[in-house]
């Protein structure tokens, strides 16, 4: 419960920090959402019961999963396929990349993160967009 209570928090700070008026955190059967209506915005009533969250139904649509290595995300925090706005991006589909080489940045609690590649190969896949916020685990890159 703590860790969770954590990740709320970071998610809150990050609504801050980019002056997000939404935002949701997701896990397996679960999800949290925030919304920021402006500054007199009232918090939504809790309401608690002892009845058991039902749980997601699976879709029947397979999700294509890219071929090769992902690169994943260490941390909660903003991704950034470029080192600044304006810049080229570290990397694109095809391009060829090394071990340790810088395939893009996270941006968590004002730090940003250098993500490298694990592996040499071409990149096969981009799965996270610039500026999206993501979740540890959560796929970068594909590189086969």
């Known amino acids: 419960m703590a860790d969770l209570q954590k990740r709320i928090d ?3 700070e990050l609504m801050e920090e980019f002056g997000l ?3 949701e955190l997701r896990g397996e059967g679960w999800s949290v959402g925030l919304d920021r209506n402006g500054p007199n915005a009232t918090p939504a009533p809790v309401h608690t019961n002892n009845v058991a969250p039902t749980p997601a139904k699976p879709t029947k649509k397979k999700k294509s999963i890219p071929k090769g290595t992902p690169v994943s995300s260490p941390m909660t ?4 396929s470029a ?6 991006a570290f990397c694109k589909v095809g391009d060829s990349v090394t071990s340790g080489q810088v395939v893009g940045l996270i941006e968590a609690m004002k730090v940003f993160n250098e993500i490298t590649a694990p592996v ?4 096969t896949a981009l799965k996270a967009e610039n500026g999206q916020l993501v979740q540890p685990g959560d796929p970068l890159i594909y590189i086969g």
């Open 10 to 12: 970071e998610l809150a």
């Open 21 to 23: 008026e939404q935002a």
């Open 77 to 80: 925090g903003i991704y950034y």
């Open 83 to 88: 080192p600044s706005p304006g810049a080229a």
């Open 120 to 123: 040499s190969g071409n990149v």
